[in-house]
């Protein structure tokens, strides 16, 4: 394909996205806050899960590695915390992208909408539980005296927000596509999820890790996002390079979400 | 005749039988190529070589047997699905309201499902916010419209998703079978509506067995037999067709 109806398509995608942004912007809106109402119904902790959820781990983990193993590492409460709250998001909205589609297929078989916005919706609404939880991290890290409360909080946490965003949604857009025709994704996913839990470095720190394995990790899309994110929350610092990394895997995912969104999205309101 | 708002040309439509099959993964790593064609090769035709102008401003009647394509011709309107070959053309805003109270979630409140709808089916959040009252009104539920949408009738919902319809500003507005519920007296409200809605200028595309609407509401229909428009015409004349289709009718 030549320059020009690269530029020309641009163009054209550019005047789209200005004209109908804020409508979709609404739409994002309107979609999170049903997904936020439904959730809670007839829930007495509501959001109070999403904290608890976390805790709970970093008190098991505490007990397992840190009591029970005297695992080397300082503060390891709030070390888990710092790791396990930006892995709750992703693995909670990866687990529940397998059934994006197929939980709205009313929406998606009756009604012409962008349907990519159903996978935007639900990135923001775990990304916002997910921020509900760091005033409770940063808390807790005063109380426990692990950690910095930084001033680059204030620009770092919005720069891997957006990372971070970018990459679920561009997983979950796929995962979610795919599964509307083969419905075995979602075992995948549960499965896939849970290796790669113990394959990230969130219990432990990825210098513990034997040289032998290391491939592993660095091969981990999860891991450059979870060692940024710590570095940040725990250090007050920004690991460029590991912020460099998940931006790239982040853009790369969200091409081949798009990809195969845009491939599979006519065949929704058929299969659904 | 002007541009026509909506022009079918040789339009067809076949759905992939294996889509809804149990969709294993496992045939797809064993043999992908065997999967693959055979995902392909299972088709139904439901519509072939389906040609249609529908003209700015007018009310056309869908005609046809169960499974005849109705449904998909307005799907296709609305734009979920795309021609399998052939070139549809849909030049205004399609109101799609293929099946009233599409897309209303059960645990939410009326006015929570009021707002979702609104804003899935193309308005701003403070368009219906500024329409709200007028939405309720018109579906006669302000009683009830802060209760979960699980606890209304299939009446009191197809009011709902009416009266949210009612209040798009579309230059098409397509109506399935959705005249069949609700009592008599919101009938008539509805039908009142669908005039107002002719009046100004909207294209109705209109789906429904009762023949007597069909005739106070159209302006034109068009009978789909055989995967085409076996008919296209005024609507004494496709009901005429209609008939004579019918089994054990001629």
Same mark, same amino acid.
């Given at each position: ?21 804020? @409508? ?78 197929? @939980? ?24 916002? @539980? ?16 692990? +950690? ?16 971070? +965003? ?7 857009l796929a995962v979610a ?63 460029? @390079? ?29 299969a659904l | 005749m002007s ?70 011709v307005l799907a296709l ?21 293929? %099946? ?6 059960? %645990? ?143």
């Amino acid at each position: 394909m030549s320059a020009q109806p690269i530029s020309a398509w641009l163009s054209h995608l550019a005047k789209s996205v200005a004209n109908e942004l804020p @409508h979709y912007l609404d739409l994002v809106r309107a979609l999170t806050v049903k997904e936020i109402k439904v959730r809670y119904k007839r829930t007495v902790l509501g959001y109070g899960w999403s904290l608890l959820n976390p805790l709970v781990f970093a008190v098991t983990y505490w007990i397992a590695f840190k009591a029970i193993l005297n695992v080397k590492i300082e503060g390891y409460f709030i070390f888990l915390l710092a790791g396990l709250f930006p892995w709750q998001w992703l693995n909670n909205s990866l687990q529940l992208s397998p059934r994006a589609f197929i @939980h709205n297929a009313s929406l998606v078989k009756k009604i012409a909408f962008p349907r990519y916005l159903i996978i935007a919706s639900s990135v923001v609404t775990e990304g916002l @539980h997910f921020l509900l939880c760091l005033p409770v991290l940063a808390g807790l890290a005063l109380l426990f005296g692990r +950690g910095t409360i930084s001033a680059a909080w204030l620009w770092g946490a919005p720069i891997l927000l957006l990372v971070q +965003g970018l990459m679920i949604y561009g997983i979950a857009l796929a995962v979610a596509s795919c599964s509307v025709f083969f419905r075995d994704i979602e075992r995948l996913i549960g499965l896939g999820m849970t290796v790669l839990f113990y394959v990230t470095p969130v219990i432990y720190e990825r210098q513990m890790v034997p040289a032998m394995f290391q491939p592993l990790i660095a091969f981990n899309p999860f891991t450059y996002v979870i060692v940024a994110w710590r570095a940040l929350l725990l250090d007050g610092t920004m690991d460029w @390079h590991s912020v460099g990394a998940a931006a790239a895997i982040a853009v790369g995912a969200v091409a081949v979400g798009q990809f195969v969104f845009s491939r599979l999205q006519w065949k929704f309101a058929e299969a659904l | 005749m002007s541009q026509p708002i909506i022009d079918f040309d040789r339009v067809g439509k076949s759905y992939a039988l294996s889509l809804h099959r149990a969709g294993g993964i496992k045939n797809l790593i064993l043999n992908p190529p065997r999967a693959l064609r055979n995902m392909r090769a299972d088709s139904r035709v439901v519509l072939d070589n389906f040609s249609l102008q529908v003209a700015r401003g007018e009310s056309i009647a869908v005609m046809g047997r169960n499974g005849a394509g109705k449904s998909t011709v307005l799907a296709l309107i609305a734009g979920v699905i795309r021609p399998s070959t052939g070139t549809l053309a849909v030049n205004g805003r399609v109101s799609p309201l293929l %099946e009233l109270g599409a897309g209303f979630h059960p %645990e939410l409140t009326g006015r929570d499902n009021v707002m979702l709808n609104g804003v899935l089916l193309g308005m701003r959040r403070a368009e219906v916010a500024a329409r709200m009252d007028s939405i309720v009104e018109f579906a006669e539920l302000e009683d009830s419209i802060d209760e979960p949408v699980r606890t209304f009738s299939t009446g009191m919902t197809a009011r709902l998703g009416f009266s949210v319809a009612a209040h798009l500003d579309p230059e098409i507005l397509l109506i399935d079978e959705v005249l069949a519920v609700g009592d008599t007296a919101f009938q008539a409200k509805c039908i009142a509506k669908i005039r107002e809605f002719r009046r100004r200028g909207v294209t109705i595309v209109f789906v429904s067995h009762e023949l007597q609407h069909v005739t106070e509401l159209c302006d034109r229909a068009v009978v789909i037999a055989d995967h085409r428009a076996a008919f296209v015409g005024d609507v004494p004349a496709a009901i005429a067709h209609y008939a004579a289709s019918q089994p054990g009718s001629s």
